[in-house]
């Protein structure tokens, strides 16, 4: 599957910002799809996961305040980030895979990354 990321931006400390990921080649449904989040010098970060068994996970750092989401019609994923940080200011992949939904090695597929810059 080929995964197309869009949505990244800059923005201010409360805003809120959009992603998108739209897979061409496959059903997006039969696979756990995912943001990571990704910062010069770091481990690339799970964020959040809407998995083949339609079950969702958030990571403890951004509960409450990004929400995954998918649209099968479209084929696609979306993450709806509101009440942006400073520390949210990083490179976001989605990515598509179908074993281990927290780890960035167990994903087949990667969308190509979309900035998002929160300045105070």
């Known amino acids: 599957v080929q995964l197309q990321a869009s949505g990244g931006g800059l923005v201010q400390a409360g805003d809120p910002l959009r992603l998108s990921c739209t897979a061409s080649?496959?059903?997006?449904?039969?696979?756990?799809m995912a943001w990571f989040q990704e910062v010069p010098g770091e481990e690339r970060e799970f964020v959040a996961v809407?998995?083949?068994?339609?079950?969702?996970y958030h990571a403890d750092s951004v509960k409450g305040r990004f929400t995954i989401s998918r649209d099968v019609a479209e084929n696609a994923v979306f993450l709806q980030m509101n009440s942006l940080q400073t520390e949210d200011t990083a490179v976001y992949y989605c990515?598509?895979?179908?074993?281990?939904?927290?780890?960035?090695?167990?994903?087949?597929?990667w969308g190509q990354g979309t900035q998002v810059t929160v300045s105070s």
């Open positions: 080649g496959r059903s997006l449904s039969t696979y756990n």
């Open positions: 809407w998995d083949r068994f339609g079950r969702i």
């Open positions: 990515a598509a895979g179908r074993s281990n939904i927290y780890r960035p090695d167990a994903y087949d597929s």
